[in-house]
C-alpha cells in the first residue's frame, strides 16, 4: 500500500488523452504566453465564478502581492490577517512592507475569528485578508460588515477554496473569493484545481481594479514599452492555462469527490472522541482542500509514523503559527493573542484527501488510524 496525500497521477491518466492533445497544441502554435488558451481559461474561470474580471497570473503568492499592490497600499499601512495559513498569505504583506497584524482563528472552522478583527483595528489598518482555509469559507458576512464600518479593502485568499460557495445571512450566495473587493487563488498543482506546474489568478468584480492588476501583472504596461506604473512580470503560461482548461469543467465534480471521502472519514471517526472531525460552517459549502482532525490525548508523531508504516501519507497543516515564525520576528506580537492557532498546531492532523480515494482505501485508512488510537501504545 502506498496512500499519498494527492495522487496527481490517477487523476491525469483519466483525463491524460485530451490534455495531452491540448498541450501539443500549443507546442504546435508556439503561443507559449498569452496564447489562446490564456485568454479562453480567463474568460471560462470568470464564467464558473460569476465575476466580471480574472485576470491571470504566475502563482497564488503573486497574486496577492499583484492585489495589494493594485490597492495602493504604503509602506507602515496595516493589513489584518490570520496566524493560522500558509505563509505566502502574510509573507507577501511583509515584502510590500505594510505591517501583517495577525489575529487568532475561529476554533470551528479555522479561518479567521471576526470577534478578533475588530480589535486588531487601528487607524493605520487598510485592509482584511482573510483565508478559507482547507475549503471552507470565513464568516464573510462579518467581515464585509467590519469592514465597510472601518472603510477596509477585502482581499479574500482563495487558494484552498476554489468553488467553494458562501450564502449570506442575506440570502445571497457567491463563489469563495468574488465577495471582497479582490480574490487571489492558486493553482498549484495539489490545489483543487491544479495545474502542471505553477499558476495563479486574481478576481475582481472593479473595472478600474481589473485595469491596474491587469497592467501590474505585466510590468506596469498597456502600450507594449510605455509603463504607467511599477509592475511585476507575473504569467500563467500558455501550456498551463490549456491543462486548466480541462479541469475546470470538472471542479465541481473534483470537489464533490473531495466531499465524498471527507463524508466517509466523518462516518468512521464518529465514535471515537480521541478524533475530533472538521465542523462544516452552515454558511459555507467545503469542498475539502484538506482532510483537518484535531487530536485528543493523541501521540501524534507516533501515529504519524504508524500510518507511514502502513503505506499511509498524513500531514501537519500548520506545525508552526505565523507569529512563531523566525521570518516574523521583527514584528511584535501578544504571545496570549493566539490560543486557538497554538492549540491547533500541537493538535492537527490532515489525512488523505484527494479525488481518486475508493471506500476500500478509506476503509485501510480509517480502520489503522482507529486501530493505533484504540490501542494502549
Ligand atoms: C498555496 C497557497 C498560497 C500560495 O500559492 P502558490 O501558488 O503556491 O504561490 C497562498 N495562500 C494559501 C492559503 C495557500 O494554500
Given at each position: 500500500m502506498n496512500i499519498p496525500m494527492v495522487d496527481l497521477r490517477s487523476q491525469y491518466l483519466k483525463i491524460k488523452e485530451e490534455v495531452d492533445s491540448k498541450i501539443f497544441n500549443v507546442l504546435d502554435t508556439t503561443?507559449?504566453?498569452?496564447g489562446d488558451d490564456v485568454k479562453m481559461f480567463r474568460n471560462e474561470l470568470a464564467n464558473y465564478l460569476n465575476v466580471k474580471h480574472a485576470i491571470t497570473c504566475g502563482n497564488g503568492t503573486d497574486a496577492l502581492q499583484i492585489a495589494m499592490m493594485a490597492l495602493g497600499l504604503q509602506p507602515g499601512d496595516e493589513v489584518i490577517s490570520t496566524?493560522?495559513?500558509?505563509i505566502a498569505t502574510v509573507e507577501t504583506i511583509a515584502l510590500l512592507k505594510l505591517t501583517p497584524v495577525m489575529v487568532d482563528v475561529d476554533?470551528?472552522?479555522?479561518?479567521?475569528?471576526p470577534d478578533k478583527i475588530e480589535k486588531a483595528i487601528s487607524p493605520r489598518t487598510k485592509a482584511i485578508m482573510p483565508v478559507h482555509l482547507f475549503g471552507q469559507c470565513a464568516d464573510m458576512d462579518r467581515i464585509m460588515e467590519i469592514a465597510e464600518k472601518y472603510n477596509l479593502y477585502v482581499i479574500e485568499d482563495t487558494a484552498q477554496a476554489i468553488g467553494s460557495d458562501f450564502t449570506s445571512d442575506k440570502g445571497w450566495t457567491k463563489k469563495a473569493?468574488?465577495?471582497?473587493?479582490i480574490g487571489c487563488t492558486s493553482f498549484?498543482?495539489?490545489?483543487?484545481?491544479?495545474?502542471y506546474g505553477d499558476g495563479g489568478a486574481i478576481f475582481t468584480n472593479d473595472d478600474e481594479l481589473s485595469e491596474k492588476m491587469n497592467s501590474i501583472v505585466n510590468?506596469?504596461?498597456?502600450?507594449?514599452?510605455?509603463?504607467d506604473r511599477i509592475g511585476v512580470n507575473s504569467r500563467l503560461d500558455t501550456i498551463q492555462a490549456a491543462v486548466l482548461r480541462v479541469k475546470l469543467p470538472l471542479l465541481d465534480e473534483y470537489n464533490l469527490a473531495r466531499l465524498s471521502a471527507a463524508d466517509y472519514y466523518d462516518k468512521a471517526f464518529a465514535?471515537?472522541?480521541?478524533i475530533i472531525t472538521p465542523k462544516r460552517f452552515n454558511k459555507s459549502t467545503h469542498t475539502f482542500h484538506q482532510y483537518t482532525v484535531q487530536l485528543n490525548n493523541v501521540d501524534r508523531e507516533g501515529l504519524q509514523a504508524y500510518l507511514k508504516s502502513k503505506g499511509i501519507a498524513s500531514a501537519v497543516?500548520?506545525?508552526?503559527a505565523l507569529h512563531n515564525q523566525k521570518a516574523f520576528k521583527g514584528y511584535k506580537y501578544?504571545?496570549?493573542?493566539f490560543a486557538v492557532t497554538n492549540q491547533l498546531c500541537k493538535t492537527v492532523l490532515s489525512l488523505p484527501i484527494n479525488t481518486e480515494l475508493d471506500n476500500d482505501t478509506l476503509k485501510y485508512i480509517t480502520d489503522n488510524v482507529l486501530s493505533f488510537i484504540n490501542s494502549d501504545y
Open positions: 503561443a507559449f504566453i498569452n496566524d493560522f495559513t500558509f476554533p470551528d472552522t479555522f479561518c479567521i475569528d473569493g468574488t465577495i471582497g473587493h498549484f498543482p495539489s490545489k483543487n484545481l491544479g495545474c510590468h506596469g504596461m498597456e502600450i507594449r514599452y510605455y509603463h465514535n471515537c472522541d480521541k497543516y500548520y506545525p508552526v501578544d504571545p496570549n493573542g
